[in-house]
């Protein structure tokens, strides 16, 4: 028997309640309630065996006398018994497809990886650059970063082989990295402008940080074309794309065996990886100042987190194409989205949502140690003097931020006051209506 409310699609949301309750802003849902093998906890069996594992270890298994592997071992193992608690015991988040299990491991890695940048974090620079080389011999050695600047010349006359050479040249891995990138930035936020005003404010900072990092040296039309229109542009438009099939496909959930077809069995399994319902973000940043002032520490962080990746390889000495790097960024794909719904139903809904989601605290907190580490790694960098015309350009978009700003707290609070005076006269009338009806009853 199908549990849920009556229109299986999601064109629209459910209107919201006030007074302490939640406010309901998912789409509609169908669910049978099946609770198969596949959902049960099994606290028990992943007990059962993490003790095997470890009586095998200490009775049948030889210690070796190498102290640097046995510390290596030993770390791994006490993060893989923090991984099994995590995963069972957790508590879960906003999402629970594919499995709750995935998202709570992910919760328990975005704590080990807040540790470990804590660990880095108070170590010297030399011992922290060289703490590296346990998780690869080959960090640890300062690396020079490529110069994307040079030759701008989309078409270049003197080279008659391949006058298209310096396209093709910034044709590298990077390309589709954005594109996907922003695509999955796109399923985050679900916010075009948002998504816009941070990919073109992304590249106002490389113009603005080119003398301190070298890579941030682009041409022009690599930062305005490749970047913002081709690959950023491109991966907006279809992450906007899957955001209105995900908002308007239905969400009716049977379990596998329910299923009478091969093809609905199938069909049932991959829709397994997508959401179990959808939310709908409406930021409506010009709706209160408070809400101002959250999107302009959304778009903050976000852009603080983009320069993170490119100040952090630099400071701890790792190429671009080092799997760290990667993996870094597979983790914010993964905890990115987790975060950003609990941001939203904190400001969407503060009375229910009485405070910050595990997930959104602990992104914040790694965002903030990471840009602590570039500072303390290298002090240098981060001071070179801003060249004049770039402070120009920034003190004045703050002045015009900060002065919209004011104007519109105070307009808002102008209108609030007169809406507030229209009404005392009315319903001072309706208390003198009902007196005159009272002692026309009595008399």
Not at 284 to 292: D, E, F, I, N
Not at 328 to 353: Q, S, T, W
Request: net charge neutral.
């Amino acid at each position: 028997r199908l549990r849920g409310r009556r229109n299986p699609g999601c064109p629209s949301q459910s209107p919201q309640i006030k007074g302490g309750v939640m406010k309901n802003t998912e789409c509609e849902v169908y669910d049978d309630g099946t609770n198969t093998f596949f959902w049960r906890a099994h606290t028990v069996t992943v007990l059962f065996i993490l003790t095997c594992a470890l009586v095998y270890v200490t009775l049948l298994e030889e210690t070796p006398q190498d102290t640097a592997y046995n510390t290596k071992r030993g770390i791994v193992a006490s993060i893989l018994v923090f991984l099994c608690f995590g995963v069972t015991q957790a508590k879960d988040g906003p999402f629970t497809r594919p499995h709750p299990a995935y998202w709570r491991f992910w919760l328990c890695v975005t704590v080990v990886y807040e540790l470990f940048l804590i660990f880095i974090l108070f170590q010297t620079v030399h011992d922290g650059r060289q703490f590296m080389k346990y998780i690869d011999p080959k960090l640890g050695v300062p690396l020079p970063e490529r110069d994307y600047g040079g030759n701008c010349l989309m078409y270049d006359p003197g080279n008659t082989t391949d006058p298209f050479h310096n396209i093709w040249d910034k044709m590298d891995g990077f390309v589709p990295a954005h594109f996907l990138g922003w695509y999955i930035k796109t399923l985050m936020i679900r916010d075009w402008w948002m998504c816009m005003i941070i990919s073109v404010m992304f590249e106002f900072l490389e113009y603005s940080l080119e003398h301190q990092l070298p890579n941030f040296s682009e041409c022009w039309w690599d930062h305005w074309i490749m970047d913002v229109l081709l690959c950023n542009g491109l991966g907006i438009y279809c992450g906007m794309k899957t955001l209105a099939w995900l908002s308007m496909k239905p969400y009716q959930w049977q379990g596998l065996w329910n299923i009478p077809t091969y093809k609905g069995k199938i069909k049932r399994i991959a829709f397994q990886f997508t959401p179990y319902s959808w939310v709908k973000f409406e930021w409506k940043p010009a709706s209160t100042v408070q809400r101002w002032l959250a999107v302009l520490g959304i778009i903050f962080m976000f852009l603080l987190a983009e320069l993170n990746t490119f100040y952090l390889k630099f400071v701890l000495w790792m190429p671009p194409e080092h799997y760290l790097v990667l993996l870094r960024l597979v983790f914010f794909v993964n905890v990115g989205g987790v975060a950003m719904r609990e941001i939203y139903d904190f400001m969407d809904d503060p009375k229910f949502h009485k405070k910050l989601g595990q997930q959104a605290w602990l992104v914040a907190a790694i965002t903030v140690t990471e840009f602590l580490i570039v500072v303390k790694y290298d002090p240098n960098t981060i001071m070179l003097p801003i060249p004049f015309s770039v402070m120009q350009c920034w003190f004045l978009g703050i002045v015009l931020i900060a002065t919209w700003t004011v104007w519109d707290k105070g307009t808002k609070t102008q209108d609030t006051k007169i809406n507030t005076e229209d009404r005392q006269p009315a319903c001072a009338d309706n208390v003198d209506v009902l007196d005159r009806e009272h002692k026309g009853l009595i008399e």
